[in-house]
């Protein structure tokens, strides 16, 4: 914590030792602020979120927010399959 946002450090400044109230204080802010942080990242590496967002990305990739199939991405998904599908047929030819 920068000294600026502590609110003992005008106690720290004029050398002498700050209070156990400013003590107790700063300690809960520092708590409630670590149990929001843990909070937020539980949340963000729940599995269950993590599955919602990928679904969710994966989603507006392949349909706009009509509900419509995007096309474009779609042939290119489309493409790419049956590049690789070739791609493995003839390599396949080869090694006989």
Known sequence: MAP???SGSADKRD???????TLEREMEQTRLRLAAT?????????????????????RAAFIDEQGNPRTDTLAKVAGGVAG??????VIRRVTR
């Open 38 to 58: 843990i909070d937020e990242l539980v949340d963000r590496t729940s599995p269950k979120r993590v599955v919602r967002r990928e679904v969710a990305s994966l």
């Open 4 to 6: 600026a946002e502590s």
């Open 15 to 21: 050398g002498s030792a700050p209070s156990p109230d």
């Open 84 to 89: 690789v599908v070739v791609l493995l047929v």
